[in-house]
């Protein structure tokens, strides 16, 4: 039978274990973790993301603080606030949501957190430390840490002698997710736009970790028998099925016909999504304990 991998569970855990540690460190020193989320712009789908951070924050016993900009918003006055919450000593963690309106320089953002406050992971320090194998001092960026917790789940531990495949390589989930498995042991591939045969790729992996935006792409000739499917995606699509104009959520793996060849596979929603979040939590709460030594 194939596994369901249950992520609103392991959040939950995870959540769990962040309140209590959060209220221990304000029973110990009279402070709350704290986490300040800047979104800049209209998008709903992101505006979605940032109030249910912000919400969980709340519900983790954090100070929380979310600043809304307006889509006009300059490079400067970003850059500025970034500055400011660096410089406040009740914010632990400062997240900027991303994708940014295109006329502003994401990247001069993200290097701007103090990489002690860089929640996401982003910064080139933690992106290095995590690079170099010195993941514990730095943060690691919170949708492949989560992802790997799902990982380790089924497979344990120690991933030697695997075959992973990772399709997407980006900053915020390709890359890192790469290293957090090639420390494990794992026998680490990088698919891509460019990449020649994915399907061909896909069928060596033990564990296929799918992140990117195109709905349903990963199918079930892809998946080797017995392999572990992890499912980044989140990609909206129209779903007459409920009605004029009704959408629903899938992910970037045929879930269905996938769940039938692989040996564990995690549902979209319901699997990193909620894993990214709770993640978030724990590298705050981890900051803010920092902060106090
Ligand atoms: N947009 C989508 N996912 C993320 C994330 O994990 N962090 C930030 N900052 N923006 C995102």
Redesign the pocket.
Known sequence: MTTVIDGKKTAASVVEAVTVAAAALERDTGRRPGLAVVIVGNDPA?HA?VSSKSRMAKQCGFKSVQHTLAEETSQQELMELVATLNADPEIDGV?????LPKHLNSEAVIQSILPEKDV?G?HVVNAGKLATGDAETGLV???PAGAMILVRQIRGPDLSGLNALVIGRSN?FGKPMAQLLLAANATVTIGHSKSRDLPALARQADILVAAVGRPEMVKADWVKPGATVIDVGINRVAAPEKGEGKTRLVGDVAFAECAAVAGAISPVPGGVGPM?IAM?MANTVIAAYRAQN
Not at 95 to 99: A, C, E, G, I
């Open positions: 992101s993301y997240l900027v949501q991303l994708p996401d982003l960026s919170c949708t915020l990214t978030l």
